[in-house]
């Protein structure tokens, strides 16, 4: 980070400084659900002027731009517009949000609909964005919608679905979230197969659901397929050796 505001117990800073290896877009905005209890006075004052938790999640895509080289900050509004502009319906935008973030925000809660939440989330990356380049325009969504990355992301959801939906049903905290694995698979077929990999990576982690050997393979494999990072797919994953 580089907003001067240091990294001592509790600031947003220390907070996010494992950023370079955790996810991208709008996974690694989710990847953030376990908001802090408290912050510093310094950082309430500088990221919370509205407060509440809807507050803390629209201070994260400005977080983006300041950790991430370019191309991975644009991710974020890929990410965005291919939930957008997709046939889903806010019903199953709503809920792989929730699955992704543990059912710790529900936008609805405060007056947001699924994709009005993402719009927010857009217009605070768009603002931090123009403060350094005012002429920026979003590029479009580039969603992945090859048939084979399609059915190779549905066969690694597979093994694991079960157990997912029914951690995701019943947590120990959070909102319960039923339905999230063919609410996952819809985001896969109909709006992006790497963006619903990444989400389905999210909830995995979040309700800490354990992998076997073979589909820690096939997860990995993915994460080459699409390029992502080294540290996306195994960080925090839960793999039973």
């Known amino acids: 980070m580089t907003d001067g505001t240091g990294k001592g117990p509790g600031t947003l800073n220390e907070y996010l400084e494992d950023t370079f290896v955790e996810d991208i877009g709008l996974s690694w905005v989710t990847s953030k659900w376990n908001v802090p209890d408290e ?14 938790p809807s507050a803390w999640w629209l201070t994260l895509p ?3 731009v300041e950790n991430f080289d370019r191309s991975r900050a644009v991710r974020l509004g890929h990410d965005i517009r291919a939930l957008v502009e997709s046939p889903l319906p806010d019903g199953t935008i ?17 007056g947001f609909g ?18 350094d380049d005012p002429a920026f325009t979003p ?10 990355a399609r059915q190779a992301v549905l066969g690694a959801i597979r093994p694991v679905a ?12 959070g909102l319960p979230v039923r339905g999230l694995v063919p609410a996952l698979r819809q985001v896969v077929t109909e709006a992006c ?8 990576l999210r909830a995995v982690k979040a309700y800490f659901v354990e992998i076997d050997t073979s589909s820690h393979e096939a997860f990995v494999a993915l994460g080459q397929r699409f390029g992502y990072p080294e540290f996306l797919v195994e960080d925090n994953l839960n793999h039973r050796h």
């Open 39 to 52: 912050l510093s006075p310094e950082d309430a004052e500088r990221f919370l002027p509205g407060g509440g």
């Open 62 to 64: 400005a977080a983006a």
């Open 94 to 110: 709503r809920t792989v949000w929730l699955g992704a973030t543990h059912g710790t925000f529900d936008p609805g809660a405060y």
């Open 114 to 131: 699924a994709r009005a939440w993402l719009r927010a989330l857009e217009d605070a990356w768009l603002t931090r964005v123009r403060e």
């Open 139 to 148: 590029p479009p969504a580039r969603p992945v919608l090859d048939e084979q």
């Open 162 to 173: 079960e157990d997912l939906d029914r951690a995701a049903s019943d947590p120990g905290y």
């Open 193 to 200: 197969a790497d963006l619903g990999y990444r989400l389905f």
